[in-house]
């Protein structure tokens, strides 16, 4: 006997949770494989594990505990009926969980969920017996979540409801697209049965079903769309086709009419629209009595007929009001509201959530709205337009003759009551709002209720003038009711000011609440007293020194000590200190910390300000005594252990702050000399592990660990540190503090080699160099030239020149327009120049020529000997490789250009040392740039051929001299490969 069901529903919440997690331990436990169990055995288990997820999704809400118990499932041993029912079992938990589910992100990520299942069982088990079953409950989760996410997308505004919009209309495409094929397969499913002379109820209840939800997921896209009259059409034209096959009297006609009247008022078209709407009401419920009563009419019909034949004008009469409304037929309309009423008063019917009592609104709003009259009594009420012919009637006493809108607030209130903290009682206290302001009087928990429903919709001007009505009222009335409803009402006044950033007017309202006139509910007294201090807090955040908002201020603090009890007082008194403490008075805040009582929630956080507070006036040894004993005494008291959750994130709160002053106090004392960078790191080191939420604090204590590292000569320690830095806290400033710390370092360690001439660690050093000071320069804030300078001077020695590239251009964007002549300097001499010779070395031959050709033309910044000689680069071109393979970097050539670089070059290689490598290097240079001339202007290939007869001569026939001045043979090849052009 399974017994597992019924005693959950008898546990209190937590054993059950508690009993559901160790069922799905179980389900996932290594017991499971002890004995090989038979398929039999193998798929009753997996039955018995899928009525479990059911249930933990469906009875008690567990979508994901349930989705733990399928993904525990083993499959191997099951047969494939079973796989499929797997499938189909995780399709149903998303489906009927998002149905549930009523916060918007939650609800629609489960309809996702629960949509994306369908498709891959759908793409999975092509061959399921159930899978035309499984394809039309899909259809039917779209038209659910087309229904859903339309309301949230009619609320929505901006982007939010273009997103929904995009969302509905993708989601509701793909399942209109499949109803055609489905709808076409249960036709042939039908045809095939009756052949065999079988029943087909059930399928034809599928087919209409299927249509019926087609045609409400053509109506959403239609209300979405800008021109919805394609999408209408269809709608219209699939109900028709479910009432002809159907028949109109039917189940499936009667719900088609239902949905084609709304489609007809969603279009305009209220006279059509009624019409439909009329047919269904009255031949469900005849609105007359005469009609009711004949033979075999309604009166006739067994309850449970009645009843399901009320479900379509308790569904279909609010449309029906809606659409006389809509071509001004306020008589149909107020005769077909008061139908409504009579109709659950003579059978008794009940009221469905939500139709009905949506129903029932809009009974209220055409009532309210006619202005008319209602004679008779329960179950024979009539509307009449005037008082007048309500008496002609014969209709004259209280008993039986009233004013519409008095109908009208008693449907509203109903509505009101059996809705509590759902959206029919926001609409319900709506039109009871309504309804007052067209002067009805109503009692004040009426008036109180009318608004409160306006502040829950946000209409807190309207809000605010109703809670004022209630408080007229309340002034007039006895003190008893006015102590018991005042408090509450004033409330919400303040608190619909503080909604509409009113703060100042909120801080005064909840002020008079606290008068003796009103006091006297213990709980919203301290309401109003806290909400009196938090207002007028944010008054005075605001608007500097003021010395009436300081009083006020003062005064709200002792309020809230004054109707607090226990803890609460202490927390203001907290507040206090803390307040003092911002302000930087010390002592005050100390004095105030230490006053904090022993049951205040913030108490041990007081105990750790308190000593932090000597610290700031110079006492660190008094301020670290009382650190270490509160973390050594206090915290270690089993005693004063925390129990509750709230007061174990407390103590931990604490525990940080001592934590991260204490290590404070030891690091400044290691840095004056008399203290140990050692113990500052056994205080800090490990605090962003043991305080993993101290965000705000743990940078800084990673920053002094790296710095303390530092200062006891352990590099590879501190570059951990600051890796860590990176990684979790990249856009902290210590992040880049530390960096530069680290950079400091290294550079006065690649100093040190370079003097002893101690090349293997140079390159390394110089890497981290570039590393640290571009961490710094990215995260320092305001960007510096000259960092950004050195930042790309280092990775020029490392040839880094994608990273040059980068950084240059970032240089010239930042700092293109600053109009500082020394900027302007740097830029030109320096940045440039630097961008140029990288773009060559990346071969991006023709913007280095744009930037080097300007150069060129500066007359007041005349270009340095390396510009002059990669604009010539730039202007023919160069070479690269050896004997085994020359390769040509073409230049941007242009013939004006070539006199330029080739003077250039001239006058460099007139200046440099002869017979030394770069002097070589110069005069190939030169011989090569008159070779391209020459491709261009043929009379210039005798300057080439005059330079290298010359060179030449003066050298040995193979030109071993350059071999020997340049250290290898590359360059003498060079020229011998030029020789042969030319």
Same mark, same amino acid.
């Given at each position: 006997?399974n017994t597992?069901?019924?005693?959950?529903?008898?546990?209190?919440?937590l054993a059950a949770?508690?009993?559901?997690?160790?069922?799905?331990l179980?389900?996932?436990?290594p017991?499971k494989?002890?004995s090989?169990p038979?398929?039999?055995n193998s798929d009753?288990?997996t039955?018995?594990?899928l009525?479990?997820a059911?249930?933990l999704a469906?009875?008690?809400q567990?979508?994901?505990?349930?989705?733990t118990?399928?993904?525990?499932?083993?499959q191997?041993d099951?047969?494939?009926?079973i796989?499929?029912?797997?499938?189909?079992t995780r399709?149903?938990i998303?489906?009927?969980?998002?149905?549930?589910?009523r916060e918007?992100e939650?609800k629609?990520?489960?309809?996702?969920k629960?949509?994306?299942? /369908?498709? *891959?069982?759908?793409?999975?088990?092509k061959? =399921?017996?159930? &899978?035309?079953?499984?394809?039309r #409950?899909? %259809?039917?989760?779209?038209k659910n979540f087309?229904?859903e996410?339309f309301e949230?997308y009619?609320?929505?505004?901006?982007?939010?409801?273009?997103?929904?919009?995009?969302l509905?209309?993708d989601?509701?495409?793909d399942a209109v697209?499949?109803t055609?094929?489905l709808?076409?397969?249960l036709?042939?499913?039908?045809d095939e049965e009756?052949?065999?002379e079988g029943a087909?109820?059930?399928?034809?209840?599928?087919k209409?079903?299927?249509?019926?939800n087609t045609s409400?997921?053509?109506?959403t896209m239609a209300q979405?769309?800008?021109d919805g009259?394609y999408?209408?059409d269809?709608?219209?034209?699939t109900?028709?086709e479910?009432?002809?096959?159907a028949?109109?009297?039917?189940?499936?006609?009667r719900l088609?009419?239902?949905l084609?009247?709304r489609? /007809?008022? *969603?279009?305009?078209?209220?006279?059509d629209? =009624?019409d439909y &709407?009329?047919y269904?009401?009255? #031949?469900s %419920?005849?609105s007359?009595a005469?009609d009711?009563a004949v033979d075999?009419?309604?009166d006739?019909l067994p309850?449970?007929?009645q009843?399901?034949l009320?479900t379509?004008?308790?569904r279909?009469?609010?449309?029906?009001?809606?659409a006389?409304?809509?071509?001004?037929?306020?008589?149909?309309?107020?005769?077909?509201?008061l139908?409504?009423?009579n109709?659950?008063?003579?059978?008794?019917?009940?009221?469905?959530?939500?139709?009905g009592?949506?129903s029932?609104?809009?009974a209220?709003?055409?009532?309210?709205?006619s202005?008319?009259y209602?004679?008779?009594d329960k179950g024979e009420?009539?509307?009449f337009?005037?008082r007048?012919e309500m008496?002609?009637a014969?209709?004259?006493?209280?008993?039986n003759?009233?004013a519409?809108?008095?109908?009208?607030?008693?449907?509203?209130q109903e509505?009101?009551r059996?809705?509590?903290?759902?959206?029919l009682q926001?609409?319900?206290q709506g039109?009871?709002?309504?309804?007052?302001?067209?002067?009805v009087a109503?009692d004040?928990e009426?008036l109180f209720?009318?608004?409160?429903g306006?502040f829950y919709q946000?209409?807190y001007a309207e809000a605010?003038e109703g809670f004022?009505?209630?408080l007229?009222?309340?002034?007039?009335g006895?003190?008893?009711?006015?102590t018991?409803v005042g408090?509450?009402?004033?409330?919400?006044i303040?608190?619909s000011?503080?909604?509409?950033?009113?703060?100042l007017?909120?801080?005064?309202?909840?002020?008079?609440?606290?008068?003796t006139?009103?006091v006297?509910?213990?709980?919203f007294?301290?309401?109003?007293a806290k909400q009196?201090?938090?207002s007028?807090k944010?008054?005075k955040r605001?608007?500097?020194e003021d010395?009436q908002?300081?009083?006020?201020?003062?005064?709200?603090?002792?309020?809230v000590?004054e109707?607090a009890k226990?803890?609460?007082a202490g927390?203001?008194l907290?507040?206090?200190a803390?307040?003092?403490?911002?302000?930087?008075?010390y002592e005050?805040?100390?004095e105030?910390f230490l006053q904090?009582?022993g049951?205040?929630d913030?108490y041990?956080?007081a105990l750790?300000?308190?000593a932090?507070c000597?610290s700031?006036?110079?006492?660190?040894d008094?301020?670290l005594a009382?650190?270490?004993a509160?973390?050594?005494?206090?915290v270690t008291?089993?005693?004063?252990?925390?129990?509750?959750?709230?007061?174990k994130k407390?103590?931990?709160?604490a525990?940080?702050?001592a934590r991260?002053y204490?290590?404070?106090?030891?690091?400044?004392?290691?840095?004056?000399?008399?203290?140990?960078y050692?113990t500052?790191l056994e205080?800090?080191?490990g605090?962003?592990?043991?305080?993993?939420e101290?965000?705000?604090?743990a940078?800084?204590?990673i920053f002094i660990?790296?710095?303390s590292?530092l200062?006891?000569g352990?590099?590879?320690?501190a570059?951990k540190?600051?890796d860590?830095?990176?990684e979790?806290?990249?856009?902290?400033?210590?992040?880049?503090i530390?960096a530069?710390?680290?950079?400091?370092?290294?550079r006065d360690?690649r100093?040190?080699?370079?003097k002893k001439?101690e090349?293997?660690?140079?390159?390394?050093l110089?890497?981290?160099?570039?590393?640290?000071?571009?961490?710094?320069?990215?995260?320092?804030?305001?960007p510096k030239?000259?960092?950004?300078?050195?930042e790309?001077?280092?990775w020029?020695?490392l040839s880094?020149?994608?990273?040059?590239?980068?950084l240059?251009?970032?240089?010239l964007?930042?700092f293109?327009?600053d109009e500082?002549?020394?900027?302007?300097?740097?830029?030109?001499?320096?940045?440039?120049?630097?961008l140029a010779?990288?773009l060559?070395?990346?071969k991006e031959v023709?913007?280095?020529?744009e930037l080097?050709?300007?150069?060129?033309?500066?007359k007041?910044?005349?270009p340095?000997?390396?510009?002059?000689?990669?604009?010539?680069?730039?202007?023919?071109?160069?070479?690269?490789g050896?004997?085994s393979?020359?390769?040509e970097?073409?230049g941007v050539?242009g013939?004006e250009?070539?006199?330029?670089?080739?003077?250039?070059?001239?006058?460099l290689?007139?200046?440099s040392?002869k017979?030394?490598?770069?002097?070589?290097?110069l005069?190939?240079?030169?011989?090569y740039?008159?070779y391209?001339w020459?491709?261009v202007?043929?009379?210039r290939?005798?300057?080439?051929?005059?330079?290298?007869k010359?060179?030449?001569?003066?050298?040995?026939?193979?030109l071993?001299?350059?071999?020997?001045?340049?250290?290898?043979?590359?360059l003498?090849?060079?020229?011998?490969?030029l020789?042969k052009?030319l």
């Amino acid at each position: 006997m399974n017994t597992s069901r019924p005693l959950l529903r008898f546990l209190p919440p937590l054993a059950a949770v508690a009993l559901i997690t160790a069922s799905v331990l179980l389900i996932g436990s290594p017991a499971k494989a002890c004995s090989a169990p038979s398929r039999q055995n193998s798929d009753r288990q997996t039955r018995e594990e899928l009525r479990l997820a059911r249930g933990l999704a469906q009875d008690w809400q567990f979508v994901e505990l349930a989705e733990t118990v399928l993904d525990g499932i083993k499959q191997e041993d099951v047969s494939d009926s079973i796989k499929e029912e797997i499938g189909l079992t995780r399709c149903e938990i998303f489906a009927t969980s998002a149905r549930r589910e009523r916060e918007e992100e939650r609800k629609l990520e489960l309809y996702e969920k629960a949509l994306r299942s /369908y498709a *891959e069982y759908i793409d999975e088990f092509k061959f =399921a017996e159930n &899978l035309g079953q499984a394809k039309r #409950n899909r %259809v039917a989760l779209a038209k659910n979540f087309g229904t859903e996410v339309f309301e949230l997308y009619t609320e929505a505004v901006g982007d939010r409801a273009v997103e929904l919009r995009t969302l509905l209309m993708d989601v509701l495409t793909d399942a209109v697209g499949d109803t055609s094929d489905l709808t076409t397969r249960l036709d042939a499913e039908i045809d095939e049965e009756r052949e065999l002379e079988g029943a087909t109820n059930t399928l034809e209840r599928e087919k209409f079903r299927l249509m019926l939800n087609t045609s409400q997921m053509l109506l959403t896209m239609a209300q979405v769309s800008d021109d919805g009259t394609y999408f209408f059409d269809q709608a219209i034209s699939t109900l028709e086709e479910v009432a002809d096959s159907a028949s109109e009297d039917s189940e499936w006609g009667r719900l088609a009419y239902l949905l084609e009247g709304r489609v /007809y008022i *969603e279009m305009g078209e209220f006279s059509d629209g =009624a019409d439909y &709407l009329n047919y269904v009401v009255e #031949n469900s %419920v005849p609105s007359s009595a005469e009609d009711r009563a004949v033979d075999n009419g309604f009166d006739d019909l067994p309850p449970g007929t009645q009843e399901a034949l009320w479900t379509f004008v308790d569904r279909g009469t609010g449309p029906l009001i809606d659409a006389y409304l809509g071509f001004g037929e306020i008589e149909e309309a107020c005769r077909y509201a008061l139908h409504f009423q009579n109709s659950k008063d003579i059978y008794g019917f009940g009221v469905s959530r939500p139709d009905g009592y949506l129903s029932q609104l809009s009974a209220g709003r055409a009532l309210m709205n006619s202005g008319g009259y209602v004679g008779g009594d329960k179950g024979e009420m009539v509307w009449f337009q005037t008082r007048e012919e309500m008496r002609d009637a014969g209709f004259k006493n209280r008993r039986n003759s009233r004013a519409a809108i008095d109908l009208a607030l008693e449907f509203a209130q109903e509505v009101n009551r059996d809705n509590r903290g759902n959206s029919l009682q926001l609409l319900a206290q709506g039109l009871i709002a309504e309804i007052i302001d067209r002067g009805v009087a109503v009692d004040p928990e009426i008036l109180f209720e009318a608004a409160q429903g306006m502040f829950y919709q946000e209409r807190y001007a309207e809000a605010i003038e109703g809670f004022k009505r209630v408080l007229s009222v309340l002034e007039s009335g006895d003190q008893a009711t006015r102590t018991r409803v005042g408090p509450e009402v004033i409330y919400y006044i303040g608190r619909s000011f503080q909604k509409t950033s009113r703060n100042l007017e909120a801080a005064m309202a909840f002020r008079m609440a606290l008068d003796t006139r009103w006091v006297g509910d213990p709980k919203f007294d301290l309401q109003n007293a806290k909400q009196f201090h938090n207002s007028i807090k944010a008054v005075k955040r605001g608007a500097g020194e003021d010395a009436q908002l300081e009083a006020l201020f003062r005064e709200s603090q002792d309020q809230v000590v004054e109707f607090a009890k226990g803890g609460g007082a202490g927390n203001i008194l907290y507040s206090q200190a803390e307040s003092a403490y911002q302000s930087k008075d010390y002592e005050d805040a100390r004095e105030r910390f230490l006053q904090v009582p022993g049951n205040a929630d913030e108490y041990e956080k007081a105990l750790a300000y308190a000593a932090v507070c000597l610290s700031k006036v110079d006492q660190p040894d008094e301020a670290l005594a009382e650190l270490e004993a509160y973390l050594q005494d206090y915290v270690t008291d089993p005693v004063r252990a925390p129990t509750t959750e709230s007061g174990k994130k407390r103590r931990t709160e604490a525990m940080a702050l001592a934590r991260y002053y204490g290590g404070l106090i030891h690091y400044n004392a290691a840095e004056t000399g008399s203290g140990s960078y050692e113990t500052a790191l056994e205080w800090l080191d490990g605090y962003a592990d043991d305080f993993s939420e101290q965000n705000t604090f743990a940078p800084k204590t990673i920053f002094i660990s790296l710095s303390s590292f530092l200062k006891l000569g352990d590099l590879e320690a501190a570059e951990k540190r600051r890796d860590r830095l990176v990684e979790e806290f990249k856009d902290d400033r210590w992040t880049g503090i530390g960096a530069y710390e680290i950079y400091k370092v290294t550079r006065d360690l690649r100093e040190e080699a370079l003097k002893k001439n101690e090349t293997g660690p140079i390159a390394g050093l110089t890497r981290s160099m570039a590393v640290n000071l571009g961490l710094y320069n990215e995260l320092a804030g305001k960007p510096k030239l000259n960092n950004i300078r050195i930042e790309s001077r280092l990775w020029t020695e490392l040839s880094e020149w994608p990273t040059v590239k980068r950084l240059l251009r970032s240089a010239l964007n930042q700092f293109g327009s600053d109009e500082s002549q020394e900027v302007q300097n740097a830029l030109t001499t320096s940045v440039k120049p630097n961008l140029a010779h990288a773009l060559l070395e990346l071969k991006e031959v023709r913007d280095a020529a744009e930037l080097l050709t300007e150069l060129m033309g500066n007359k007041t910044k005349p270009p340095s000997s390396r510009t002059q000689r990669n604009y010539a680069r730039a202007i023919s071109g160069w070479v690269e490789g050896d004997e085994s393979q020359m390769i040509e970097i073409p230049g941007v050539g242009g013939e004006e250009a070539f006199p330029l670089a080739t003077d250039r070059l001239q006058t460099l290689e007139d200046r440099s040392e002869k017979w030394l490598c770069d002097w070589y290097q110069l005069k190939f240079e030169l011989a090569y740039a008159h070779y391209q001339w020459s491709l261009v202007d043929g009379k210039r290939i005798a300057g080439a051929q005059a330079i290298l007869k010359q060179f030449k001569s003066d050298l040995s026939p193979g030109l071993a001299e350059i071999s020997e001045a340049c250290g290898d043979d590359v360059l003498r090849q060079r020229f011998l490969w030029l020789d042969k052009k030319l």
